[in-house]
T-cell receptor, first 114, second 111 residues
Framework: DAGVTQSPTHLIKTRGQHVTLRCSPISGHKSVSWYQQVLGQGPQFIFQYYEKEERGRGNFPDRFSARQFPNYSSELNVNALLLGDSALYLC?????????????FGPGTRLTVL | DAKTTQPTSMDCAEGRAANLPCNHSTISGNEYVYWYRQIHSQGPQYIIHGLKNNETNEMASLIITEDRKSSTLILPHATLRDTAVYYCIVRLRSGNTPLVFGKGTRLSVIA
């Protein structure tokens, strides 16, 4: 069975630009969470979506937004990119939004902001 | 902030058991202990989780002390492919709380 997939694998943008990252969850999973991992740190929670609704938000500015589609795939959007947005962006899927549902991560999208 | 404390790094000889400790002295009765690992530049991989009983699966064993203030992840026969950063995470059993990662333990398996 296919795991969580993310696209693109790598991305290079310049400051001030906008970026869209995509995630397809494991088949049957209805919840998607997004995490940011900067170099040398553990992943940090950005958003959780379930059934197209936002169920949780981490401590990130409004430049970060996301949405979930009827097929449960998700997009993460970041506007007005800053150098500090350079990171590995991880998507995790789970059966549902509950803390009892194990999250499974995709390979990530490496974003470099120049 | 992460509610766990882990050593920064550990070494293990190939073929030997790797025992990774985690301290979670403020854990509540309603919190799981989760373990994930992250091989260089890949997404974190789920390993195992438990509440208060010891757990075992095809990847590892999780030993939780009786007072639940610490736990140990055991990889019974470490291979070079087990070289990774291992994260111990405490997570509420109710609601929809996200995973809160610390810096983890960098395990190096040496031939």
């Amino acid at each position: 069975d296919a795991g969580v997939t993310q696209s693109p694998t790598h991305l290079i943008k310049t400051r001030g630009q906008h970026v869209t990252l995509r995630c397809s969850p494991i088949s049957g999973h209805k919840s998607v969470s997004w995490y940011q991992q900067v170099l040398g740190q553990g992943p940090q929670f950005i958003f959780q979506y379930y059934e197209k609704e936002e169920r949780g938000r981490g401590n990130f500015p409004d430049r970060f937004s996301a949405r979930q589609f009827p097929n449960y795939s998700s997009e993460l959007n970041v506007n007005a990119l800053l150098l500090g947005d350079s990171a590995l962006y991880l998507c995790a899927s789970s059966l549902g939004p509950s803390s009892t549902d194990t999250q499974y991560f995709g390979p990530g999208t490496r974003l470099t902001v120049l | 902030d992460a509610k766990t404390t882990q050593p920064t790094s550990m070494d293990c000889a190939e073929g030997r058991a790797a025992n990774l400790p985690c301290n979670h002295s403020t854990i509540s009765g309603n919190e799981y202990v989760y373990w994930y690992r992250q091989i260089h530049s890949q997404g974190p991989q789920y390993i195992i989780h438990g509440l208060k009983n010891n757990e075992t699966n095809e990847m590892a064993s999780l030993i939780i002390t009786e007072d639940r203030k610490s736990s140990t992840l055991i990889l019974p026969h470490a291979t070079l492919r087990d070289t990774a950063v291992y994260y111990c995470i405490v997570r509420l059993r109710s609601g929809n709380t996200p995973l809160v990662f610390g810096k983890g333990t960098r395990l190096s398996v040496i031939a």
